[in-house]
């Protein structure tokens, strides 16, 4: 695997490196060794897969409040996405700072996100899936979101929204939140 450095100093775009013969090809997807030589999270307590028929399609911003925050690891195994963090860590240099990554099952890139951070995606093809990989067992009194057009971070979504759920785009302004 190779690991990225994104602008913030601990969430990692990840690259696996198949190696390929006549019948394909196999990569690693996780290695705890390399993970864990990189002061990274190496247990997940939960697979989750997520999937969406339109192109358009927004999830998001969420994230657990503590005691219950999260890393993720996320990769998108049909279809592509823009992929979205926030840095909420208000002790961070990076604080209310956005980056976005572009997901395909094609590039096979997974993004390391981790606690502290918001995170959503938008579809940018229909019929798409999303595999997670989740540190912390779901708590629903500790889920919170912040809006994906919030002013507060101005995040530049590729495509106009074509489907989002009420609570996502409900969530209150960021200076409300949690």
């Not at 926030?86 to 990554?101: C, E, K, N």
């Not at 889920?143 to 106009?160: C, K, M, N, Q, T």
Request: hydrophobic fraction near 40%; charge should be negative; glycine fraction near 6%.
């Amino acid at each position: 695997m190779r690991f990225h450095a994104t602008r913030f100093h601990d969430a990692w775009l990840i690259d696996p490196e198949p190696v390929e013969d006549e019948r394909g090809s196999f990569a690693r997807t996780f290695c705890a060794i390399e993970f864990s030589a990189r002061g990274l999270e190496t247990g997940f307590v939960q697979h989750s897969v997520s999937s969406s028929r339109t192109r358009g399609t927004l999830r998001g911003m969420h994230f657990q409040r503590a005691p219950h925050e999260e890393v993720k690891i996320v990769t998108c195994l049909k279809g592509a996405i823009w992929d979205v963090i926030i840095d909420l860590r208000p002790q961070s240099p990076s604080f209310r700072q956005w980056q976005g990554f572009e997901l395909t099952a094609a590039n096979r890139r997974r993004l390391y996100i981790p606690k502290g951070f918001a995170h959503g995606q938008q579809t940018l093809c229909d019929d798409t899936e999303v595999g997670y990989l989740i540190s912390e067992f779901y708590a629903p009194d500790a889920s919170d979101g912040v809006r994906y057009d919030d002013p507060a971070f101005a995040i530049e979504w590729p495509l106009p929204v074509a489907a989002i759920s009420a609570k996502d785009r409900n969530w209150p302004d960021f200076t409300t939140a949690g």
